[in-house]
């Protein structure tokens, strides 16, 4: 979701069948009642199609008030204090770490992938990631992944 869209609060009866339909489908994704999208799709009776063109900008007004969980990929410097840096900035912007994977530096670099839960910061994710950027020892860090 991007920083500048608008949204609205509609009761569902109002909205287009394809749109309700899309809701359904997603729901039944993620309860885990079916495991793929031509399951759902045929199960609430829709074509793949419209499910795919609605999917991405369709969600249940709870769903928007939950978590938001980014996924930051980060490219450092193999030294003491480096993540610890990063970490005491996410506490301090009420971030929340859910995972972390580092891998084996290599020529003095290390990647490393965070998931945050970023549901408590009141700054905008974007201005999140490029204060990691700014912090000694970050050489790279990107948004790679958005989600509930």
């Known amino acids: 979701m991007a920083q500048n869209d608008t949204y609205y609060l509609i009761r569902s009866d109002m909205l287009p069948e394809a749109v309700q339909k899309t809701v359904e489908a997603k729901e039944l994704l993620a309860s885990g009642a079916v495991q793929t999208v031509q399951d759902a799709v045929e199960q609430v009776g829709m074509s793949r199609s419209s499910f795919y063109k609605y999917k991405d900008?369709?969600?249940?007004?709870?769903?928007?008030?939950?978590?938001?969980?980014?996924?930051?990929?980060?490219?450092?410097?193999?030294?003491?204090?480096?993540?610890?840096?990063?970490?005491?900035?996410?506490?301090?912007?009420?971030?929340?770490?859910?995972?972390?994977?580092?891998?084996?530096?290599?020529?003095?670099?290390?990647?490393?992938?965070?998931?945050?839960?970023?549901?408590?910061?009141?700054?905008?994710?974007?201005?999140?990631?490029?204060?990691?950027?700014?912090?000694?020892g970050v050489h790279r860090a990107s948004i790679v992944a958005r989600g509930e």
């Open 57 to 136: 900008a369709v969600y249940p007004f709870n769903a928007l008030m939950k978590e938001k969980i980014i996924t930051v990929s980060l490219s450092l410097e193999h030294r003491s204090g480096v993540l610890s840096g990063i970490l005491s900035y996410l506490t301090l912007q009420r971030g929340n770490v859910l995972t972390i994977n580092q891998t084996i530096p290599l020529q003095g670099m290390a990647g490393v992938t965070m998931s945050l839960d970023t549901a408590q910061i009141n700054a905008d994710v974007t201005a999140l990631v490029e204060g990691i950027q700014e912090l000694d």
